[in-house]
């Protein structure tokens, strides 16, 4: 079995999960991995458990991460921006539909 440096757990292949870095083999980003432990506070076994990683996978993630903190939280920044953007444009059926039924009264 080989042994793993830290450098071999974090990937970026272009045209693979939008280009950004990765868990060497898995479409899981670095980027996810900050928000579930930083802003969602699971811990680094919470994540590793729920997405069957090493231990050492999302170590090496946060550890990417606080090595290119500027460049990710702004990767996050702007996909909650589209997202944002993205729901303006896009009404909610489901809150279109509950509009309709307000407007309609109570049923019978």
Partial sequence: MATKTLDQHIEITAGVAGGKPRISGRRITVQSIVIWHER????????????DLTLADVHAALAYYFDHR???????EDSQAFVKALRRRT??????????????????
């Fill in 91 to 108: 009404p909610s059926r489901l809150r279109q539909k509950l509009h309709e039924r307000k407007l309609r009264g109570p049923e019978d």
């Fill in 70 to 76: 500027a460049e990710i939280d702004q990767s996050i």
């Fill in 40 to 51: 969602m506070g699971k811990s680094p076994d919470e994540i590793a458990a729920e997405y």
